[in-house]
């Protein structure tokens, strides 16, 4: 298989994360979350349910260590030689007298980072290494910090992404209609989110599409069943292309009839707010600074939103596609910096209704943020 971009970005990414392993005295820095590890290594598989990691030093190449019958797929994916691609025994798979960490335990000295507050390091794998003596120190987020400002490369395929969110909401929103099932929409908008766009393929997204109406909708995160579409009632739809691993999440609400007035107002001043959001959203200005535009336009008309609004967007792996990092938010004073990237998200979530309308944005070297989609923002209106 060919590696999505050139080896000397990998080097370059390898430098950056040595250099922050410099900042906090590590002699080691083990990579449990699959989207660093596919980040700076290339690795791409279905096989984080099982402990894997890459062991990052400072004088040799990164080392892929997970199952065994996984390691020809690492072989294929990564840019290390064969020789760097270890795997454990198939004795360690979910076993009740054995953990895999008994074998990881062999390939750590000195000073050890662990990333302690992700979802794929456990308290069980923090117990065994711990009981075996390793030295470890908490690296949570160090990679996570060096994919804040994305190559030139990552934002194409953030915009190959791009086109993918357009197409997948441009098929929802004429689906959607009263009467029609929402499993039924949901499996057309996989299918627009697989088959892609021209050459680009669509990749598997890490969250699944979100589409609450009516009173659910005031709930953010609920997926999708076998309940029709119904007249009088707003949808929230948030999906995400994904081109090679790399996401441009995308909300957009649709009302099927005539919308309340008090929908109406929110409508304006969220648009009102991701316009002056997307102003100040520039280099040399701070997360907060994003935040604190939004909640003006909402609290002119008594919403008083507290919630972050946004988070940054990149290369990413099931249950999530934030990076886990920035938020926008008062109390984040994040300086921006060109190519970082974010999921712009005011979304509105009410007494018995939800309003959800997102841009994925890049911060530029000169000017207000871009928007990676062109979809009109207004709510979608169906009669």
């Known amino acids: 298989m060919s590696l999505p ?142 994919r804040a400002v994305k190559s030139e490369a990552e934002i194409a395929f953030m915009r190959k992404a791009a086109r993918i969110s357009e197409a997948v909401i441009a098929g929802m929103s004429d689906r959607v209609a009263p009467g029609v099932p929402k499993n039924e929409v949901i499996a057309d908008a996989y299918r627009d989110a697989i088959r ?17 109406s009516g009173a659910d909708a005031a709930a953010p995160h609920l997926t999708w069943n076998g309940d029709t579409f119904r007249t009088g009632e707003a949808t929230t739809i948030e999906i995400a292309g994904c081109y090679r691993r790399y996401h441009a999440p995308l909300c957009r609400s649709i009302f099927l009839g005539e919308p309340p007035d008090d929908m109406k107002r929110a409508e304006a001043a969220v648009l009102e707010g991701l316009e002056a959001g997307l102003d100040v959203a520039r280099a040399g200005n701070q997360a907060r600074d994003v935040a604190a535009a939004l909640n003006w336009a909402l609290t002119k008309v008594g ?38 990237t974010f999921h712009f998200m005011p979304g509105l979530w009410m007494d018995g209704w939800g309003l959800s309308i997102t841009e994925s944005i890049r911060i530029t070297d000169d000017g207000p943020a871009e928007c990676l989609c062109t979809v009109p923002r207004p709510l979608i209106v169906k009669g």
């Open 303 to 340: 919403i008083n939103r507290t919630a972050r609004c946004g988070y940054p967007i990149g290369l990413s792996y099931p249950p999530d596609w934030g990076e886990r990092t920035i938020s926008f938010r008062e109390t984040d004073d994040t300086v921006l910096e060109p190519n970082m």
């Open 196 to 212: 892609g766009v021209g050459d680009d393929w669509g990749d598997y997204p890490a969250i699944v599409p979100l589409v609450p």
């Open 5 to 146: 971009f050139a080896l000397e970005e990998y080097r370059a990414r390898l430098a950056r994360v040595r250099a922050a392993m410099d900042r906090n005295d590590l002699d080691i820095l083990v990579l449990t979350d699959p989207s660093n590890m596919g980040w700076l290594t290339g690795y791409d598989g279905w096989s984080f349910y099982v402990h894997q990691a890459v062991i990052v030093t400072h004088d040799a190449d990164p080392l892929w260590w997970g199952r065994a019958q996984d390691v020809a797929g690492a072989r294929r994916t990564v840019w290390m030689s064969d020789e760097a691609c270890v795997g454990y025994a198939e004795h360690y798979i979910q076993s009740p007298a054995h953990h895999p960490m008994e074998d990881l335990e062999s390939y750590l000295e000195g000073r050890v980072g662990v990333e302690m507050d992700n979802y794929y390091y456990s308290a069980k794998a923090h117990a065994v290494l711990t009981r075996a003596g390793v030295t470890m120190y908490d690296a949570t987020g160090l990679a996570n910090w060096c």
